[in-house]
């Protein structure tokens, strides 16, 4: 039996984290533990709802305020119904984005600050922290050509990829000082090779974790 544990995937936009993420779930489940998976904003069927409003480049009205906001109303509904319940029953949550994306998206990107995202954290999450981040790190060029590249092919979810070279730079830049700053917890990891080659530095990572909280 495993033990619960806690992973997101941290990323800019065009980073891979979500097909990293999914073949992680693939491993682990091969190997027998118990996974479950979600996203920021979303997750539950409110935060789904939430999310269209938040990604549609037609909420172009949307102020950095209400945004931040509702952000955490979908993450609250994530850990309550959704993250929360699965720790509890021992299982492995993968989750593609959690509060790191709201202090370097909101907080820096968007110049609200680390102080009124922690506030909100404090509210919506009570003290649930990954016990690992897997921040895979991009330059920011490559980063805002797969993006594009994706939205070419039909993504609907394309405001915040809207958003200036200078903003996503400071969301960048804000990703690295996390990383740099709680070393324990992030781990970095360079997401411009090849998928597999991806695949196989996370699954490093992330052994030794799951490993100690075999019973």
Same mark, same amino acid.
């Given at each position: 039996?495993t033990?619960?544990?806690?992973?997101?995937?941290e990323?800019?936009?065009?980073c891979g984290?979500?097909?990293?993420?999914?073949?992680l779930?693939a491993r682990?489940?091969?190997?027998?533990?118990?996974?479950?998976?979600?996203?920021?904003p979303?997750?539950t069927?409110?935060?789904?709802?939430?999310?269209?409003?938040?990604?549609?480049?037609?909420?172009?009205?949307?102020?950095?305020a209400a945004?931040?906001?509702l952000?955490?109303?979908?993450? *609250?509904?994530?850990v309550?119904?959704c993250?929360c319940?699965?720790?509890?029953r021992?299982?492995?949550?993968?989750?593609?984005?959690?509060t790191?994306?709201?202090? $370097?998206?909101q907080?820096?990107?968007?110049?609200?600050?680390r102080?009124?995202?922690?506030?909100l954290?404090?509210? *919506?999450c009570?003290? $649930?922290?990954?016990?690992l981040?897997?921040?895979?790190?991009?330059?920011?060029?490559?980063s805002?050509?797969?993006?594009?590249?994706?939205?070419?092919k039909?993504s609907?979810e394309?405001r915040?990829?809207?958003?200036?070279?200078?903003?996503h730079?400071?969301?960048?830049?804000?990703y690295?000082?996390?990383a740099a700053?709680?070393?324990a917890?992030?781990?970095?990891?360079?997401?411009?090779?090849?998928?597999?080659?991806i695949?196989?530095a996370v699954a490093?990572? $992330?052994?030794?974790?799951?490993e100690a909280?075999r019973d």
């Open positions: 039996m033990r619960s544990l806690f992973i997101t995937f990323g800019t936009d065009g984290k979500t097909t990293q993420m999914r073949r779930a682990l489940r091969a190997e027998g533990r118990p996974v479950v998976e979600t996203v920021e979303g997750g069927a409110i935060g789904s709802r939430i999310r269209a409003i938040l990604l549609d480049p037609a909420s172009r009205e949307l102020s950095a945004e931040l906001l952000y955490f109303a979908s993450r *609250a509904q994530n309550d119904e993250i319940p699965a720790l509890a021992g299982e492995i949550v993968l989750c593609d984005r959690f790191d994306s709201t202090l $370097v998206y907080g820096a990107g968007r110049g609200l600050g102080d009124a995202v922690l506030s954290d404090a509210i *919506a009570r003290g $649930v922290v990954p016990d981040t897997v921040l895979l790190d991009i330059d920011l060029e490559t805002l050509a797969r993006a594009r590249e994706r939205n070419r039909g609907s394309t915040m990829d809207d958003q200036s070279v200078e903003f730079r400071r969301v960048r830049d804000s690295l000082e996390l700053a709680e070393p917890r992030f781990r970095v990891i360079d997401a411009r090779r090849d998928p597999e080659s695949a196989e490093a990572v $992330v052994r030794p974790l799951v909280r």
